[in-house]
């Protein structure tokens, strides 16, 4: 007999329970009130996350951080009230304020509007999501009942019909997400498709799969559990989430679930989330409550950086000379990313101070995007698009 074999079987053995102690930090996840959710979160590996064993690294952001700020604009510019989205293409910025288009340099010199309102080719009516790939500008309008798409140089191309969602859209080079309006709302006419649906890049009608399933039943509250978020990378991995639900599960670029993050942490004790119980709905009683997750975006690497939102009894600085991005609220940027077999680890939780003497800064900042320079992005919040540094936690 082979001795090698009982070996082998062995090592085999401890690695599969080495990975699955590393994954499962408890024998199963949370029971939830939704059966559906339950069921869900069981058909793929899980794992706990708990983000309170990496504290957070304060990052100052000075006036020679900030590229451009809607409190400096000069005469012979455009004036903003706020930055809704923003693209990075080469060496430029385009940014959605109101229902316009703008583009900055590298320099922070703005010029536009590059769109008109109204309801011809090209032309926006709503302030929708910018987004873009290697080959068009995307915008979101779904009062025009459109995605428009232009030239990387804001030219108009033409437009993918059929988009009745609100804000959220997310896209690659090969694939775009949105609602699905067809299971969505209290009373949908497909419930039993998935919440999400991918298409091809051409025809929103050319469906390519639906996924994450309603975990209300219909005709029940609290709806918004039945609201999702999501976002795709370069290689059709994707990483959705219920709205309320500080959980990611993860999908391979044919809408396989493939994995579940469970986050944890000592600060979702404080929010007031909506709960998941089932209620008939009463009169005009909705569900209120707070989101833990902001916004969020998975990586090409598979990293995900999230924002979290969470409430301060502080003053506008803390004493740890936190600049809180609004009086009674923090933020914080968490990045989570994944090791070679697949488990996630924090790499990184921040909060920023800006050491601006003008003006504060206000507003939830978005997900990142890589610069050219390691550890190095581009973000923006209401008022500012600025450089951050950031290096990983210990």
Same mark, same amino acid.
Not at 13 to 23: G, I, P
């Given at each position: 007999m082979n001795n090698s074999i009982p070996l082998l079987l062995f090592i085999l053995?401890?690695?599969?329970?080495?990975?699955?102690?590393?994954?499962k930090s408890n024998l199963s996840p949370p029971e939830t009130p939704s059966q559906v959710l339950n069921d869900f979160v069981r058909s793929a590996p899980f794992q706990y996350i708990n983000l309170d064993e990496v504290k957070s690294e304060l990052i100052e952001v000075g006036e020679e951080d900030i590229i451009y700020s809607i409190h400096n604009s000069k005469a012979d510019e455009p004036l903003l009230g706020f930055i809704a989205s923003m693209?990075?293409?080469?060496?430029?910025?385009?940014?959605?304020?109101?229902?316009?288009?703008?583009?900055?340099?590298? *320099?922070?010199?703005?010029? +536009?509007?590059?769109?008109?309102?109204?309801?011809?080719?090209?032309?926006?009516?709503?302030r929708g999501m910018l987004l873009t790939n290697s080959e068009f500008i995307y915008v979101s309008d779904a009062n025009n009942g459109r995605i428009n798409r232009y030239t990387h140089n804001m030219e108009i191309a033409d437009a993918l019909f059929g988009f009745m969602s609100s804000m959220e859209v997310d896209l690659n080079n090969e694939q775009l997400l949105v609602y699905n309006r067809h299971s969505n709302g209290f009373a949908p006419a497909k419930p039993e498709q998935g919440l999400i649906v991918a298409s091809t890049l051409n025809n929103l009608e050319d469906t390519l799969g639906t996924f994450m399933p309603r975990i209300i039943p219909v005709?029940?509250?609290? +709806?918004?559990?039945?609201?999702?978020?999501?976002?795709?990378?370069?290689?059709?991995?994707?990483?959705?989430?219920?709205?309320?639900?500080?959980?990611?599960f993860l999908f391979d670029e044919n809408q396989n679930h493939v994995q579940t993050l469970i986050m944890?942490?000592?600060i979702f004790q404080t929010m007031n989330i909506p709960s998941m119980e089932f209620f008939k709905p009463k009169g005009n009683e909705g569900f209120g409550g707070t989101m833990p997750v902001t916004g969020y975006k998975l990586m090409d690497? +598979?990293?995900?950086? !999230? =924002? =979290?939102?969470?409430?301060?009894?502080?003053?506008?600085?803390?004493?740890?000379?936190?600049?809180?991005?609004?009086?009674?609220?923090?933020?914080?940027?968490?990045?989570?990313?994944?090791?070679?077999?697949?488990?996630?680890?924090?790499? +990184?939780?921040?909060?920023?101070?800006?050491?601006?003497?003008?003006?504060? !800064?206000?507003?939830?900042?978005?997900?990142?995007?890589?610069?050219?320079?390691?550890? *190095?992005?581009?973000?923006?919040?209401?008022?500012?698009?600025?450089?951050?540094?950031?290096?990983?936690?210990?």
């Open positions: 053995t401890f690695t599969f329970l080495a990975n699955c102690t590393e994954r693209i990075k293409v080469e060496d430029r910025f385009y940014i959605n304020s109101e229902k316009s288009i703008f583009e900055v340099n590298s *320099e922070g010199k703005i010029k +536009g509007p590059l769109t008109r309102l109204g309801k011809g080719p090209g032309e926006q009516n709503t005709g029940y509250q609290p +709806g918004v559990y039945n609201r999702t978020k999501f976002s795709i990378n370069g290689n059709s991995q994707i990483a959705a989430s219920y709205i309320p639900l500080p959980w990611f944890e942490y000592s690497n +598979g990293d995900i950086f !999230m =924002i =979290i939102v969470f409430k301060s009894d502080s003053a506008s600085t803390t004493n740890e000379g936190i600049n809180d991005v609004h009086p009674t609220n923090n933020w914080e940027l968490i990045k989570l990313s994944a090791s070679h077999n697949g488990t996630y680890k924090i790499a +990184g939780k921040y909060r920023f101070k800006y050491t601006g003497k003008e003006h504060a !800064m206000w507003g939830i900042i978005s997900p990142p995007i890589p610069s050219d320079k390691e550890n *190095e992005f581009y973000a923006h919040n209401n008022e500012y698009i600025f450089k951050i540094v950031l290096h990983p936690s210990h």
